[in-house]
């Protein structure tokens, strides 16, 4: 079994930051990609950033310049920094991981439970 647990959302202001962490857990043998998605109200859940295990980066376009994702594979723990933030970059933001588990062969795609951020005055 393995768990995905995200923390650091909340209320911010236009303009200012947060970050996120998402720390994986369980009977972990391998971690491969680890991201970041989001879902607005009414939306569908989009990309926001991804780092392999090797530290290779894909960003969604809109959000370059303002979204940092780095990760710590010794703590099984991804991050996101956003800065800059806006109104629109409301949404429950989830992180992905693609975990191979103690004792299979393959690696099975998994989610945390959602953390909600909020930007406004």
């Known amino acids: 079994q393995v768990q995905l647990v995200e923390s650091g959302g909340g209320l911010v202001q236009p303009g200012g930051s947060l970050r996120l962490s998402c720390a994986a857990s369980?009977?972990?043998?391998?971690?491969?990609?680890m991201g970041w998605y989001r879902q607005a109200p009414g939306k569908q859940r989009d990309l926001v950033a991804t780092?392999?295990?090797?530290?290779?980066?894909n960003y969604a376009d809109s959000l370059k310049g303002r979204f940092t994702i780095s990760r710590d594979s010794a703590k099984n723990t991804v991050y996101l920094q956003m800065d800059k933030m806006e109104p629109e970059d409301t949404a429950v933001y989830y992180c992905?991981?693609?975990?191979?588990?103690?004792?299979?062969?393959?690696?099975?795609?998994?989610w945390g439970q959602g953390t909600q951020v909020t930007v406004s005055s």
């Open positions: 369980g009977s972990i043998f391998r971690i491969g990609d």
């Open positions: 992905n991981a693609d975990v191979r588990a103690t004792g299979r062969t393959i690696y099975y795609s998994y």
């Open positions: 780092i392999s295990s090797g530290g290779m980066t």
